[in-house]
C-alpha cells in the first residue's frame, strides 16, 4: 500500500496555477518600493521613532503582564473588566519602570 496518495487533477492544477502572472509581479514589486519608502528613516523624524519605540515597549508589557498566571491569580473571583484594568496598570508601571533612568 502506498504511503502517498495521487494529487487528484484539479488538486495538481491548483499547484500550477501558484505561479504569479508578470502583472501580479509588478504589482507586489511597486508595493514592495512604496513600504520600503514609507519604512525609510526619511520619512520618519526622530520624534516618530521615539514614539514608535514607546508603542512597541507598551504592547510587549502588556502581552506580558496580560499572560502572567500571577496577575490572573490576583484576580479570582473578579470579572474581566477588573482583570484588564490590573493588567494595564502593571504594563504602565513596567513601562514606567523600563523607561526610568
Known sequence: MPLMKKLSTAVAESLKQDIPTPAQTAHV??????????????????????????RISRQGLFQAALQSTGL???????TLED???LVEQTA?????????Q
Request: hydrophobic share 40%; net charge positive; aromatic share 6%.
Open 72 to 78: 490572573l491569580q490576583l484576580n479570582t473571583g473578579n
Open 83 to 85: 482583570y484588564l484594568k
Open 29 to 54: 514589486e511597486s508595493v514592495k518600493k512604496a513600504v520600503s519608502k514609507a519604512a525609510s528613516s526619511d520619512m520618519m523624524s526622530k520624534a516618530d521613532w521615539a514614539a514608535k519605540d514607546v
Open 92 to 100: 504602565e508601571r513596567g513601562l514606567q519602570f523600563v523607561n526610568r
